[in-house]
Each structure stands twice: as structure tokens, then as C-alpha cells.
């Protein structure tokens, strides 16, 4: 499956774009000054991008759906490919549900993820676990995902990737705007299709973050005869 390193490639780039504008920064002079000595996250910040990319990154895949369903197995997938691939991940999910039974075993889990929309009581305890994790972004993959551990990660300066896996419009009207564009930071489009339908309804929307990366598929389950 590609879609683990594509996202994490994602992250990364999102993740050092945002860290050049604070090390390029006035305010980034006293971390530039720390990195020339080598001190611990500085020394880390001011490694050449070849050396960085070999970085380990903290991951929160964050997932308020309850049933079973294709947005669970993608999660699995990319939960056990980023693990693999070296990365921290740490799953949100909605409090009893089959994602959290089936994989609390295999990796952590933070049953967490409910309530309305920006509901203060969730972002609140959802703010003590990101400033608890420290995580380098944060992968949404419901668009509740997006008003409230997306709602937190901003509060908390974490970069959040919504994941996009329906071609549907996205609504035109300002309260769209301020959730896809002012808390959102990168956009992942499971096709072509998707990417195109959200441009198209959302013109605000910046194309150059929004990146398409396709499900993956094991190709393994189909190299032998049955």
C-alpha cells in the first residue's frame, strides 16, 4: 500500500513549510541562533531536508465514525503502514466504537472523539491530549474530525490534513470557508474526481493544498490464483 509514505511525504512537507516561516521569521532568530549549537527540537529544525526526511514524525489519525465501514479499514491501513514506515500514531476515535475495539490492542487509542460540532467540553479534553502528544500534525478523516480535533490542533499550532474521500461539493458559504481554509492547513483527495469537485465548488480553496493520493490497495491478495 503507497498511501502510508504519501501521506507521511504530505505531512512532512506541510509540517517544514510551516517550520521555514517561523526559522525565516524575526521570531524565529532565537531558534536559528539555539540551532548552531545543536540544541534538541532546533537541531532537529535546522537539519538539511535529506537528513529530516529520515525524521520520525508523531501522528494523530483522528476518527469520529461508529459503524464499521471503508473510512475504518483506510484508517487501519494507514494506522499499521505509518507504524511500520517508523511513525508515532495515536488514534482518536469515538467512544465504543468497532474501530476503537478492533484496534485499541494493536495500537493507542484515545476514545474521545464526540459531541457536536465544536463542542467545548471535547475540544477542551482534546486540547490536554494534544499539548500532552505533541504531535507534528493531525489526520482527520470525518469532516467532524475537522470541528473538533481539528479544532484543537489549530488552537495548539498542529498542522491539521483532512482526508476527503467523497466526491461532493463542498458548500460556497463562509462558515465552509472558515472550517475548509482557516482550520484545515492541507487537503488529501482520494482522486482526481474529488480534488476537481472541490475546487470547483469551494473556489476559495487554495489548489496548492490540496493533494490527491489513492486509496492503497494490497496487490498481494491478487498476485495468486484462488
Same mark, same amino acid.
Not at 203 to 209: K, M, S, V
Given at each position: 500500500?503507497?498511501?502510508?509514505? *504519501?501521506?507521511?511525504?504530505?505531512?512532512?512537507?506541510?509540517?517544514?513549510?510551516? +517550520?521555514?516561516?517561523?526559522? !525565516?521569521?524575526?521570531? !524565529?532568530? #532565537?531558534?536559528?541562533? *539555539?540551532?548552531?549549537?545543536?540544541?534538541?527540537?532546533?537541531?532537529?529544525?535546522?537539519?538539511?531536508?535529506?537528513?529530516? *526526511?529520515?525524521?520520525?514524525?508523531?501522528?494523530?489519525?483522528?476518527?469520529?465514525?461508529?459503524?464499521? !465501514?471503508?473510512?475504518?479499514?483506510?484508517?487501519?491501513?494507514?494506522?499499521?503502514?505509518?507504524?511500520?514506515?517508523?511513525?508515532?500514531?495515536?488514534?482518536?476515535? +469515538?467512544? !465504543?466504537?468497532?474501530?476503537?475495539?478492533?484496534?485499541?490492542?494493536?495500537?493507542?487509542?484515545?476514545?474521545?472523539?464526540?459531541?457536536?460540532?465544536?463542542? #467545548?467540553?471535547?475540544?477542551?479534553?482534546?486540547?490536554?491530549?494534544? +499539548?500532552?502528544? +505533541?504531535?507534528?500534525?493531525?489526520?482527520?478523516?470525518?469532516?467532524?474530525?475537522?470541528?473538533?480535533?481539528?479544532?484543537?490542533?489549530?488552537?495548539?499550532?498542529?498542522?491539521?490534513?483532512?482526508?476527503?474521500?467523497?466526491?461532493?461539493?463542498?458548500?460556497?458559504?463562509?462558515?465552509?470557508?472558515?472550517?475548509?481554509?482557516?482550520?484545515?492547513?492541507?487537503?488529501?483527495?482520494?482522486?482526481?474526481?474529488?480534488?476537481?469537485?472541490?475546487?470547483?465548488?469551494?473556489?476559495?480553496?487554495? #489548489?496548492?493544498?490540496?493533494?490527491?493520493?489513492?486509496?492503497?490497495?494490497?496487490?498481494?491478495?491478487?498476485?495468486?490464483?484462488?
Amino acid at each position: 500500500s503507497s498511501i502510508a509514505p *504519501a501521506l507521511a511525504s504530505v505531512g512532512r512537507r506541510t509540517v517544514d513549510r510551516l +517550520r521555514s516561516r517561523v526559522l !525565516g521569521s524575526a521570531m !524565529g532568530r #532565537p531558534f536559528r541562533l *539555539a540551532a548552531r549549537v545543536g540544541q534538541g527540537t532546533c537541531h532537529r529544525l535546522a537539519m538539511p531536508p535529506e537528513w529530516r *526526511a529520515l525524521y520520525a514524525m508523531r501522528i494523530v489519525l483522528s476518527n469520529s465514525s461508529y459503524k464499521w !465501514g471503508g473510512v475504518h479499514q483506510i484508517t487501519e491501513h494507514l494506522a499499521s503502514g505509518l507504524t511500520v514506515k517508523g511513525h508515532e500514531v495515536t488514534l482518536l476515535t +469515538r467512544p !465504543g466504537s468497532l474501530l476503537h475495539q478492533r484496534l485499541c490492542d494493536r495500537h493507542a487509542c484515545i476514545p474521545l472523539v464526540s459531541g457536536g460540532d465544536f463542542n #467545548p467540553l471535547t475540544v477542551a479534553r482534546l486540547l490536554g491530549v494534544i +499539548r500532552r502528544l +505533541r504531535p507534528d500534525l493531525v489526520l482527520t478523516m470525518m469532516d467532524k474530525d475537522v470541528r473538533l480535533s481539528g479544532v484543537a490542533a489549530r488552537v495548539r499550532g498542529v498542522p491539521v490534513i483532512a482526508r476527503r474521500a467523497n466526491d461532493e461539493p463542498l458548500d460556497s458559504g463562509l462558515y465552509s470557508r472558515f472550517i475548509y481554509s482557516g482550520l484545515v492547513t492541507h487537503h488529501i483527495a482520494n482522486s482526481q474526481a474529488t480534488r476537481d469537485t472541490m475546487l470547483r465548488s469551494a473556489r476559495w480553496l487554495n #489548489p496548492g493544498r490540496i493533494t490527491v493520493i489513492h486509496n492503497g490497495i494490497n496487490i498481494g491478495h491478487f498476485e495468486h490464483p484462488i
